[in-house]
């Protein structure tokens, strides 16, 4: 483990899988987001990574927690490891379910309230909430509860299951004896699901999946259920205010959330030789990505039925081959004269027509289902100091 402060990484140009946990790691006691946080996820996004959530919330409560973090396209783990979804802000219900795991939770049930007679027993209802022998106190679930009888509960395949009740984790052991992975979060909490299923064995599926090497996989996370995520990262960071046990399963401890520790770990993702301070969020997000391409680079958008952006993306050369980069998070809603004045702003140069104003030549294009957008390559202008390129003028 290493305390010391955290240095810019090296594989800044490579993409990686950046898996962060929210509730004391993202997201603040009372529910605060501190902008520099999204301002950081926003950049490290741009640079090419791919930053996926998990979390031990459910679906119900990851959703508005990812929309507040600008976090509307791409994965996320939720319940502990036992559902990943791919987050999609067209979609009507703005996700959908990559994989799910399923166990029958009918002995478990039966056990726990052997053990506990008064135990409170969740089950939950994928982007509902859930059904329960007895109501939990209020603020303890996402999303809605409905009592059902215990035989409901025992019904149907889960993926995940919220046990309640006084001293409830001494029995975490004897609970995970008929195979189930069972998580403590706290004396009185336990989350159960499917074998082998946490953060953890969800993330290396969509490793796997996303075609990203083992070397390029960064976490972050300050809870008990983050403990075998943090060991499955190349590079895994606990919070400063983590318990003992999950800064012992790190291989770094970053700051607490109070210092903004999870910020430091992400800036740490991006490469020193570019100074996005000074620049408006939509212009530093297009330096940071010209400057992380691994080629030539282009900024793609796309629109709804209306001006504004409905996605801005920047893809790259590599081998041969043109491939996203990554995304404009601030794009989507903006103008594409809006993109033309941040370009300016960045110290970045695009293709202009020759005579009167000289506006930007986008070009049509075709995202191969029957979607069109625009396009427009950028490069760096080596020949025009970024100050004086940020008078937001085109000549």
Not at 149 to 169: E, F, K, N
């Given at each position: 483990?290493?305390?010391?402060?955290?240095?810019?990484?090296?594989f800044?140009?490579?993409?990686?899988?950046?898996?962060?946990?929210?509730?004391?790691?993202?997201?603040?006691?009372?529910?605060?987001?501190?902008?520099?946080?999204?301002?950081?996820?926003?950049?490290?996004?741009?640079?090419?990574?791919?930053?996926?959530l998990?979390?031990?919330?459910?679906?119900?409560?990851?959703?508005?927690?990812?929309?507040?973090?600008?976090?509307?396209?791409?994965?996320?783990?939720?319940?502990?490891?036992?559902?990943?979804?791919?987050?999609?802000?067209?979609?009507?219900?703005?996700?959908?379910?990559?994989?799910?795991?399923?166990?029958?939770?009918?002995a478990?049930?039966?056990?726990?309230?052997?053990?506990?007679?008064?135990?409170?027993?969740?089950?939950?209802?994928?982007?509902?909430?859930?059904?329960?022998?007895?109501?939990?106190?209020?603020?303890?679930?996402?999303?809605?509860?409905?009592?059902v009888?215990?035989?409901?509960?025992?019904?149907?395949?889960?993926?995940?299951?919220?046990?309640?009740?006084?001293?409830?984790?001494q029995?975490?052991?004897?609970?995970?004896?008929?195979?189930?992975?069972?998580?403590?979060?706290?004396?009185?909490?336990?989350?159960?699901?499917?074998?082998?299923?946490?953060?953890?064995?969800?993330?290396?599926?969509?490793?796997?999946?996303?075609?990203?090497?083992?070397?390029?996989?960064?976490?972050?996370?300050?809870?008990?259920?983050?403990?075998?995520?943090?060991?499955?990262?190349?590079?895994?960071?606990?919070?400063?205010?983590?318990?003992?046990?999950?800064?012992?399963?790190?291989?770094?401890?970053?700051?607490?959330?109070?210092?903004?520790?999870?910020?430091?770990?992400?800036?740490?993702?991006?490469?020193?030789?570019?100074?996005?301070?000074?620049?408006?969020?939509?212009?530093?997000?297009?330096?940071?990505?010209v400057?992380?391409?691994?080629?030539?680079?282009?900024?793609?958008?796309?629109?709804?039925?209306?001006?504004?952006?409905?996605?801005?993306?920047?893809?790259?050369?590599?081998?041969g081959?043109?491939e996203?980069?990554?995304?404009?998070?601030?794009?989507?809603?903006?103008?594409?004269?809006?993109?033309?004045?941040?370009?300016?702003?960045?110290?970045?140069?695009?293709?202009?027509?020759?005579?009167?104003?000289?506006?930007?030549?986008?070009?049509?294009?075709?995202?191969g289902?029957?979607?069109?957008?625009?396009?427009?390559?950028?490069?760096?202008?080596?020949?025009?100091?970024?100050?004086?390129a940020?008078?937001?003028?085109?000549?």
């Open positions: 483990m290493s305390t010391t402060p955290l240095k810019p990484q090296t800044a140009r490579s993409s990686m899988l950046v898996a962060c946990d929210i509730d004391g790691t993202l997201l603040e006691r009372g529910g605060k987001i501190p902008a520099e946080t999204v301002t950081a996820l926003d950049l490290v996004r741009a640079a090419g990574h791919e930053v996926v998990a979390t031990g919330r459910s679906l119900v409560g990851l959703l508005p927690v990812a929309t507040r973090l600008g976090l509307t396209e791409g994965f996320a783990v939720c319940s502990n490891g036992a559902m990943t979804v791919r987050l999609e802000r067209g979609a009507a219900s703005g996700y959908a379910v990559h994989d799910a795991r399923h166990f029958d939770p009918s478990l049930i039966s056990r726990v309230l052997g053990l506990v007679p008064g135990a409170h027993v969740g089950v939950e209802e994928i982007g509902w909430g859930w059904r329960v022998n007895a109501l939990f106190g209020r603020g303890l679930l996402n999303g809605e509860q409905k009592q009888p215990v035989a409901d509960l025992c019904a149907v395949p889960a993926t995940r299951v919220a046990l309640h009740g006084p001293g409830i984790a029995h975490a052991k004897a609970l995970a004896e008929s195979g189930v992975t069972v998580t403590p979060a706290g004396a009185d909490w336990l989350d159960v699901t499917a074998p082998e299923t946490n953060k953890a064995s969800a993330l290396e599926r969509l490793r796997v999946h996303r075609n990203i090497r083992p070397d390029a996989t960064v976490a972050v996370g300050d809870g008990v259920n983050d403990i075998d995520m943090l060991a499955w990262a190349d590079r895994g960071v606990a919070m400063g205010h983590a318990p003992e046990v999950v800064r012992a399963a790190a291989r770094e401890i970053t700051g607490t959330i109070g210092q903004r520790g999870a910020v430091a770990v992400l800036r740490s993702l991006l490469p020193l030789n570019v100074e996005t301070a000074t620049l408006s969020r939509l212009a530093g997000q297009l330096a940071m990505a400057h992380t391409a691994s080629g030539p680079t282009t900024l793609r958008v796309w629109h709804e039925h209306h001006s504004e952006i409905a996605r801005c993306d920047t893809w790259t050369l590599r081998d081959v043109r996203r980069h990554g995304p404009i998070p601030s794009g989507s809603g903006a103008t594409m004269r809006a993109l033309e004045l941040a370009a300016r702003e960045a110290g970045l140069e695009y293709p202009r027509g020759d005579i009167g104003r000289r506006r930007a030549h986008w070009r049509s294009v075709h995202d289902r029957g979607r069109a957008g625009f396009e427009l390559p950028l490069h760096m202008r080596l020949d025009v100091p970024t100050s004086e940020a008078d937001g003028v085109l000549h």
